[in-house]
Structures are given as C-alpha cells and as structure tokens.
C-alpha cells in the first residue's frame, strides 16, 4: 500500500492509542483486532483513516517485548524494541523482598542487560526496614557485573550517572510506585512539558495519567518511557533453565548437573549447590533463585 506510513506507538490503551512518523507530531491512531494489539514502542505501519485519525495497518516484528505478568499469571507485553531496561529502587519506599530479583531475571530473559538505579539517595532508609537487604547487597550486583548508579531528584548527586547510560538508546524505567520513576524522566528529558501537551492534545486526557506507559524523546537522541508503578512486579510462568538463566553467576556450572532438568533444588549432584558448598558461589544467590522458583511453581 502506498499511502501507509511507518510510525512508532507512543502509548497504547485497548483500541487506540497515540503514534509518531519519524521527525512528524504525535497523531491518534485506531488499533484495529484483525491487525492486533501494539505496546508502546512498537513500529507499526499507519495509513489516514478520516480528519486527523489514523488506523492502524500493521504491527512490524519486535526486536523484543518486556513483559509481566498480570493477575492470572500470564505474560503481557509492558513495551517493545528495548535496548536497556532501567530497573529503579529507592531508599523509600524500600524494595520488596524477591521484586529486585525478578525484575533481574525477566530484564535477562529477554536478552538484555539490566541497569540498577538506586534514587532517593539523599534520605536515609529506615534501620528496620525489611528491604534494607537489597540496598546492602548492591555491591554484590555490582560485583556481578551489574552497573549500580546512585540517583536524587531532589539534590546532589542529581542524574549525572544515569544520563550517560540512556543517551542514543530506548530505555524503560521500570519499578515499584513511588520510587521516583516519573521523576527521573523529569529530570532527564527538559521539555517533557511540552511532550506531555502534544499527548495529552491527542488523547484529551490530563497531563498527569500515570496510568500508562508513554514514551519520550530524549534531546541528545533516544527515547525513555515511563511504565506505571506496580506494587508487586510479577514474573510469568517460566521453565526453570529460563529462571537459572537470570542468574548470570550460576553460567559456569550450568549443565554440570547430574541431572540434565536438574531444577538446583534437591536432586542430588546438583552442580550449583556444589558450587555454594566449595564457597564457590555464595549461599544467598542460590537461595534466591530457589525462592523465585518455588514462587513461579506456587503459581502455576
Ligand atoms: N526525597 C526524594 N524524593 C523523590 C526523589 N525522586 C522522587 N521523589 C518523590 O517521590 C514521590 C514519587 O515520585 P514519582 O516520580 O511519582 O515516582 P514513580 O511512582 O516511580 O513514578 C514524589 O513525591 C517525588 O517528588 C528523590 O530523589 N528524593
Ligand atoms: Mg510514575
Ligand atoms: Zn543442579
């Protein structure tokens, strides 16, 4: 067809959403069944349906989709065509217990390297507070080759570390509500007003929805999208190599098993508690993927 054009999915409720040419304004657009549902961040190919609308024709294969899992455990697309997943934690409110985790194993699952950002560095966390772990353990991720960046969006040390890791590519910030995800697009795309009007211009909604995943334009090239806030990220139904997998320090004894489906739980020469017995490997990685396990076996 001649009169369609390439475009990329800004945001995407049920039945529209909003798309973008390249170099062009955000232009509202109707999803149509038979062509399917697109996520935000899918290129897709439109053509001028009536006045200002357009329908939308086709949705082009993604390079990848970040997903979670909704309230019956099945996996639904958050966003497409990521080349970096921002996974965000803060100092308040502190992480769940296993939400660091399995946002770690659904970021590799895709292939991609997460990014950590603890924000809020500016306050001091509560002494009791259960989540204090995870903020203790951030030297250990970054020893597990994890780039760890520290964030306020509220004074020093600013954004300066983050920027330089979402310049040129597409990022989503992904984390629990509240800690700060909104923010640091704020403070990372300087015009977000005037993007958020032009959204807002098409959609005939407020310009403070934080229900939706959007995308912005980042000024030195790239984009950033902003996903809501969940209070429990939920990981899908996965088999447990796909688990294992979000695992990076357990790769040099994968397939050592006795067992080739060994599930690194009880079966007996089990390479990885091995591993964790020599001091190879330390306890609390093995002990985490053991809990997401159960987790992901719990709710099949
Ligand atoms: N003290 C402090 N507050 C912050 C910081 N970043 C965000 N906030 C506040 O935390 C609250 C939640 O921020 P928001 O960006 O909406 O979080 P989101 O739900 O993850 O998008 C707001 O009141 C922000 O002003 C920070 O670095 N330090
Ligand atoms: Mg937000
Ligand atoms: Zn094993």
């Given at each position: 067809m001649t009169d369609t054009q390439k475009a990329r999915?800004?945001?995407?409720?049920?039945?529209?959403?909003?798309v973008q040419a390249e170099g062009g304004?955000?232009v509202?657009c109707?999803?149509?069944?038979?062509?399917?549902?697109?996520?935000?961040?899918?290129l897709v190919r439109i053509r001028p349906?009536?006045?200002?609308?357009w329908a939308?024709e086709e949705?082009?294969?993604?390079?990848?989709?970040?997903?979670?899992?909704?309230?019956?455990?099945?996996?639904?697309?958050?966003?497409?065509?990521?080349?970096?997943?921002?996974?965000?934690?803060?100092?308040?409110?502190?992480?769940?217990?296993?939400?660091?985790?399995?946002?770690?194993?659904?970021?590799?699952?895709?292939?991609?390297?997460?990014?950590?950002?603890?924000?809020?560095?500016?306050?001091?966390?509560?002494?009791?507070?259960?989540?204090?772990?995870?903020?203790?353990?951030?030297?250990?991720?970054?020893?597990?080759?994890?780039?760890?960046?520290?964030?306020?969006?509220?004074?020093?040390?600013?954004?300066?570390?983050?920027?330089?890791?979402?310049?040129?590519?597409?990022?989503?910030?992904?984390?629990?509500?509240?800690?700060?995800?909104?923010?640091?697009?704020?403070?990372?795309?300087?015009?977000?007003?005037?993007?958020?009007?032009?959204?807002?211009?098409?959609?005939?909604?407020?310009?403070?929805?934080?229900?939706?995943?959007?995308?912005?334009?980042?000024?030195?090239?790239?984009?950033?999208?902003?996903?809501?806030?969940?209070?429990?990220?939920?990981?899908?139904?996965?088999?447990?190599?796909?688990?294992?997998?979000?695992?990076?320090?357990?790769?040099?004894?994968?397939?050592?098993?006795?067992?080739?489906?060994?599930?690194?739980?009880?079966?007996?020469?089990?390479?990885?508690?091995?591993?964790?017995?020599?001091?190879?490997?330390?306890?609390?990685?093995?002990?985490?993927?053991?809990?997401?396990?159960?987790?992901?076996?719990?709710?099949?």
């Open positions: 999915v800004l945001v995407a409720y049920g039945g529209h959403g909003v304004e955000p509202p109707l999803f149509r069944r038979s062509v399917g549902r697109p996520s935000c961040g899918d349906a009536d006045d200002a609308t939308l949705i082009l294969p993604a390079r990848n989709h970040f997903k979670r899992a909704d309230a019956r455990g099945r996996a639904q697309a958050v966003a497409a065509n990521l080349d970096r997943v921002v996974v965000v934690i803060a100092t308040e409110p502190l992480p769940s217990r296993d939400l660091l985790d399995r946002y770690l194993v659904a970021v590799h699952s895709l292939g991609l390297e997460p990014v950590i950002v603890l924000n809020k560095v500016e306050l001091t966390p509560d002494p009791g507070g259960a989540g204090l772990q995870t903020l203790e353990r951030l030297d250990a991720y970054r020893g597990l080759g994890y780039p760890v960046v520290r964030s306020s969006c509220k004074g020093p040390p600013g954004v300066g570390e983050l920027e330089p890791l979402v310049q040129g590519v597409t990022s989503i910030l992904v984390g629990q509500s509240g800690v700060g995800k909104s923010s640091l697009v704020r403070a990372l795309v300087p015009d977000l007003d005037i993007q958020v009007g032009a959204l807002s211009r098409v959609t005939g909604k407020g310009t403070h929805t934080t229900t939706t995943t959007r995308m912005y334009e980042l000024p030195g090239g790239g984009h950033l999208i902003d996903s809501p806030g969940v209070w429990e990220y939920g990981l899908w139904k996965l088999e447990p190599d796909e688990l294992a997998a979000g695992f990076p320090d357990f790769a040099p004894w994968l397939g050592h098993c006795r067992f080739n489906d060994c599930r690194h739980m009880h079966e007996p020469g089990c390479a990885i508690k091995t591993a964790v017995e020599r001091g190879e490997l330390p306890a609390w990685r093995l002990e985490r993927y053991q809990r997401l396990l159960a987790q992901n076996e719990d709710a099949s």
